[in-house]
Nanobody, 128 residues
Framework: QVQLVESGGGSVQAGESLRLSCAVS????????MAWFRKIPGKPREIVAT??????????DYPAFAKGRFSVSQDNTKSALYLRMNRLQPEDTAMYYCAARVVQGWVGLGSEDDFFYWGQGTQVTVLS
């Protein structure tokens, strides 16, 4: 049974940084693509970062708004996924989710419907 548990959310001032964590259990990293999504009230859930580990490669990708500010990483030893967010702005206020899907290779960012396993989310609030 795959389990994803997010933590690290909270309230920060605009311009500050935050690192989210996702504890992963129940499967082996190399068979899955991991991602971070966020849900802003009134908007669809959107992907903010993704990471894929293949036999000989590691790939990350971000949508345009996240490039240069957000960074995703995995720690295979500790079975954790991280999202480092820098220069946060009030528009980054959202519930952030960790997600996973089974893939046979790198297939790109993906969207909400592509991911099967989800955590419960952690709230990030950025104050102006």
């Amino acid at each position: 049974q795959v389990q994803l548990v997010e933590s690290g959310g909270g309230s920060v001032q605009a311009g500050e940084s935050l690192r989210l964590s996702c504890a992963v259990s129940g499967y082996t990293f190399r068979r899955y693509q991991m991602a971070w999504f966020r849900k802003i009230p009134g908007k669809p859930r959107e992907i903010v970062a993704t990471i894929y580990f293949g036999p000989t490669m590691e790939t990350t990708d971000y949508p345009a708004f996240a490039k240069g500010r957000f960074s995703v990483s995995q720690d295979n030893t500790k079975s954790a996924l991280y999202l480092r967010m820098n220069r946060l702005q009030p528009e980054d206020t959202a519930m952030y989710y960790c997600a996973a899907r089974v893939v046979q290779g790198w297939v790109g960012l993906g969207s909400e419907d592509d991911f099967f396993y989800w955590g419960q989310g952690t709230q990030v609030t950025v104050l102006s």
